[in-house]
C-alpha cells in the first residue's frame, strides 16, 4: 500500500519527465537497500533459527519445507524472484 502512495506522489508531484526518472530511481534503489536490510537482519536469522530448532527436534518435514522456502526466496531457486537478497 505504501509503494502505491508513493507512487502517486512520484507521479503528482514531478513536474518532468526527467525529474519523474530521478525520483523513480531513487525510490527503486531505497526499496532494494530496504528489502536487503530486512532479508539480512530478520530473515535470514530466523531462518538460521527455525532451521536449528526443526535439526534439535528431528522434524524432517517442516526441515525440508524450511529448505524449499529458503532456496526459493532467498538462493534464487527456480523462480529466483529474490534472487538479489542472496548475499
Do not use: W
Request: proline share 1%; hydrophobic share 45%; charged share 15%.
Amino acid at each position: 500500500m505504501a509503494g502505491f502512495l508513493v507512487l502517486a506522489a512520484l507521479l503528482l508531484y514531478s513536474q518532468t519527465y526527467e525529474q519523474f526518472v530521478v525520483f523513480f530511481t531513487a525510490f527503486f534503489i531505497s526499496n532494494l537497500i530496504g528489502y536487503a536490510y530486512i532479508v539480512r537482519n530478520f530473515t535470514k536469522p530466523m531462518l538460521r533459527e527455525s532451521r536449528l530448532e526443526y535439526e534439535r527436534q528431528n522434524d524432517f518435514f517442516n526441515l525440508e519445507r524450511l529448505s524449499i522456502l529458503s532456496d526459493t526466496c532467498l538462493e534464487g531457486g527456480k523462480s529466483g524472484a529474490f534472487s538479489l537478497a542472496h548475499s
